[in-house]
C-alpha cells in the first residue's frame, strides 16, 4: 500500500474528525449560552434541575455518554434497533454509512460539550462586575444595550483562554467517535493494522493530523488573545 | 415647592430596615452633602433615587412632576424607567468606567446610543450633526475635568483620580438634572482626593443641582449648601453646613464628628 493511498484513507478519517468538531461547536456554543442562562436564573428550581444535569454530564466519562446515547434508545424500545433505522434512512436518502451512529456521537458531543461551555460562559458574566451593568442603567442604556455594548466584550475576553483549552481538547475527544464504529483519523488508522498484512505506522503518523490541527488553532487563539489584550481590568 | 422633594423613603432588605422614613428637599443649584456613618443608609437612599432600588414607600417629586410614587409604582416598564433615570446622574465609588472603551467612548457611549435611537424614530434628526455636537461637547468636558491629553487611553492607563473625574464626566455628558455623588474620594489614595473634590467644586460654580455621599468633612463643610446627617436609616440632623458641623446638636453626629476627628489627627 502507497503513502499516498494511506494518506487518502486517513484524510477522509480527519474530514469526519474535522465534522464532528465543527458541528458539536456550531451547536455546543448557542445551546451553551442558553444553558448559562438557566443555571444563572432567578427560577431555583430550574437552577438546580440544570445544576444537576450538569454535575451528571461532567461527571462521567464522554465514552460512556456515548454509549447511552448509542445504546439506550435500543434498550428502551425492546432491542428494537433505534439508530438502525436512522443508518437505513442516511443510507438509502443521502449514501451516507453509518449515519446512525454519527449521529449518536454528535448529540453526546453537543450535550457533554454545551455544558461545559454552559459553565464557562456562567463564569465570564459572573465575573463582569454588577457595577459595569449599573453604570450601564444610570446612563440610560437600554438592557440590550448593556448586554451588546457593555458586557458581552468583557465576557469574550474573560472566556477566551478557557474556551480554547476546551476547543483544543475537543479536538481530541473526537477520537472517542471510535468507540462506536466512526471511522474517524484513528480508526482509519487502526485498519491498517489489523488489516493483513498489518501497516503498523499509519496509527504513529495520524498524530501529525491532530498536531496540525491543534498547532493551527493554538496560533489563532494566541493571536484572539492578543487582539483582545488592548486594554486591562 | 422644591425642585426635588422626597417624601418618606422607606426601604427594608429582607428583614433589615434601611431607610426608616427619609424626607428631604433641594432646591435648584443647590449642594446637598449627606454624612453619616458607614451602613446608615447613604448609598442605598441613592439608589432609590436613581431608580437602581424601588423604595418600598414614599414619593419622588422633580421640578413638579411626580417621578415615582410608591402607590403607583410597583413596576415601572423599562422604557420609563430609563426615561426617569436620565434625571439624575451618578457617580461611583468604584469609577465604573467601561475598561473596553477609551476614555472618549466612555464618554460620549450614552449620547450616541441616544442619538442612533432618536434617528431611528424621527428621519429628520441628522446622525453625523449631532454625532458632531456630542464629540464637541465631550471635547469641552475633557478640558473641564483636564484630561484633554487623555481622551484616547484607556481607563487602565490613568490613576484612579483621573478615573474618577472621567466617570463625572460621563455623568455629565447626557445633561442630568441633578448630579448624584456616592463618596466619590473613598476609593482613592488621599493624594488623589483633591483633584476629583477641585472638579466637583468647579461644578458648583456652575449652579449645577448635586447631591454628595461624602466622608471629606471639610469639602463638605466649604461646598454644601445644606448637610444632612444620616444614622441607622433616619435624617438625625440636617441644617446648614455652619450649624451642622460647628454646632451639632444631637448625640449621635457630635459622636459621628468627633470620632472622624480623631481619625484625621492620627
Ligand atoms: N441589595 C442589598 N441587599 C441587602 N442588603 C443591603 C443591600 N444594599 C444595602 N444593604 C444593607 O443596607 C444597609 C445600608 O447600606 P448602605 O446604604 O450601603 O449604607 P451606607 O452607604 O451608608 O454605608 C447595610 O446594612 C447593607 O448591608
Ligand atoms: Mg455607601
Known amino acids: 500500500m502507497s503513502f499516498l493511498q494511506i494518506n487518502e484513507t486517513l484524510l477522509r478519517g480527519f474530514g469526519l474528525t474535522c465534522l464532528i468538531f465543527i458541528i458539536t461547536l456550531a451547536v455546543a456554543i448557542p445551546l451553551g449560552l442558553i444553558l448559562s442562562f438557566g443555571i444563572m436564573s432567578k427560577i431555583s428550581p430550574l437552577r438546580k434541575i440544570l445544576n444537576v444535569f450538569i454535575w451528571i454530564i ?154 496540525l490541527f491543534v498547532g493551527f488553532l493554538t496560533v489563532l487563539f494566541n493571536f484572539l488573545e492578543k487582539k483582545l489584550s488592548f486594554y486591562k481590568e | ?43 442605598t437612599l441613592l439608589r432609590c433615587m436613581n431608580f437602581l432600588e424601588t423604595p418600598d414607600t414614599g414619593v419622588m417629586i422633580l421640578d413638579g412632576e411626580t417621578l415615582f410614587d410608591a402607590e403607583k409604582d410597583k413596576k415601572i416598564k423599562e422604557n420609563a424607567l430609563r426615561e426617569k433615570r436620565l434625571n439624575f446622574g451618578l457617580v461611583f465609588q468604584s469609577f465604573n468606567l467601561f475598561p473596553q472603551y477609551s476614555v472618549m467612548d466612555n464618554i460620549t457611549l450614552a449620547p450616541l446610543l441616544q442619538l442612533k435611537e432618536r434617528c431611528k424614530k424621527d428621519k429628520t434628526v441628522n446622525f453625523a450633526e449631532g454625532k458632531q455636537k456630542i464629540l464637541a461637547e465631550a471635547e469641552q468636558l475633557l478640558e473641564k475635568i483636564g484630561l484633554t491629553e487623555k481622551a484616547a487611553e484607556y481607563p487602565y492607563q490613568l490613576s484612579g483620580g483621573q478615573q474618577q473625574r472621567v466617570a463625572i464626566a460621563r455623568a455629565l455628558a447626557l445633561k442630568p438634572k441633578i448630579l448624584c455623588f456616592d463618596e466619590p474620594t473613598s476609593a482613592l489614595d488621599p493624594e488623589l482626593t483633591g483633584e476629583v473634590l477641585k472638579v466637583i467644586r468647579s461644578l458648583k460654580g456652575e449652579d449645577r443641582t448635586m447631591i454628595i455621599v461624602t466622608h471629606e468633612m471639610g469639602f463638605a463643610k466649604n461646598v454644601s449648601d445644606k448637610v444632612v446627617f444620616m444614622a441607622q436609616g433616619v435624617i438625625e440632623e440636617e441644617g446648614a453646613p455652619k450649624d451642622v458641623f460647628d454646632n451639632p446638636k444631637s448625640e449621635k453626629l457630635k459622636a459621628f464628628l468627633s470620632g472622624i476627628k480623631d481619625k484625621e489627627g492620627e
Do not use: H
Request: positive net charge; hydrophobic residues 45%.
Open chain 1, 58 to 211: 461532567r461527571g462521567i466519562p464522554l465514552m460512556l455518554q456515548i454509549f447511552m446515547v448509542y445504546y439506550l434508545p435500543g434498550i428502551l424500545n425492546n432491542g428494537v434497533s433505534f439508530w438502525g433505522d436512522v443508518d437505513k434512512y442516511f443510507y438509502f436518502n443521502y449514501g451516507i454509512e453509518n449515519g446512525g451512529a454519527l449521529l449518536a456521537v454528535l448529540i453526546s458531543f453537543i450535550i457533554n460539550y454545551a455544558c461545559y461551555f454552559a459553565v464557562i460562559f456562567r463564569g465570564g458574566i459572573q465575573s463582569v462586575s454588577r457595577g459595569q451593568t449599573e453604570a450601564g442603567m444610570v446612563l440610560g442604556l437600554t438592557k440590550k444595550q448593556i448586554f451588546r455594548k457593555v458586557i458581552l466584550f468583557q465576557v469574550i475576553k474573560k472566556i477566551t483562554p478557557p474556551m480554547s483549552n476546551e476547543i483544543i481538547t475537543l479536538v481530541k475527544d473526537t477520537a472517542l467517535a471510535n468507540a462506536i464504529g466512526i471511522v474517524e483519523t484513528i480508526r482509519a488508522a487502526q485498519n491498517f493494522a489489523s488489516g493483513f498484512p498489518p501497516v503498523i505506522w499509519p496509527i504513529f503518523y495520524s498524530g501529525v493530523f491532530y498536531l
Open chain 2, 1 to 43: 415647592m422644591a425642585y426635588l422633594e422626597i417624601k418618606d423613603f422607606r426601604k427594608t432588605f429582607g428583614n433589615n430596615n434601611v431607610l426608616k422614613g427619609i424626607s428631604l428637599s433641594v432646591e435648584k443649584g443647590e449642594v446637598l452633602s449627606i454624612i453619616g456613618s458607614s451602613g446608615s443608609g447613604k448609598t
